[in-house]
């Protein structure tokens, strides 16, 4: 796993646990990290991952409305 620095000027009121959950929210949102590898990142559990997503919103279902209905359609 690689490791990354950030420079964050002290006048930006967040915590280490926090930007976790920012940056792994927003790389499972973009399809680049998936909801088990965004949960190590952030350092907390699929579940727990899964629950706080909506808190940045962010939604569980990653994928088009499309392949939705491709789902139901072949369900």
């Known amino acids: ?24 929210s927003t790389l499972y949102e973009k399809g680049k990290l998936s909801l088990g590898q965004a949960a190590e990142m952030a350092g907390l559990t699929k579940r727990t991952f899964a629950e706080l997503l909506g808190k940045y919103g962010v939604s569980i279902f990653n994928y088009p409305p499309s392949d939705l209905s491709k789902d139901v359609e072949n369900a």
Do not use: G
Not at 2 to 16: C, G, K, L
């Open 1 to 24: 796993m690689r490791t990354v620095q950030f420079n964050i000027p002290d006048s930006v009121d967040i915590n280490d646990a926090e930007l976790s959950m920012i940056v792994a």
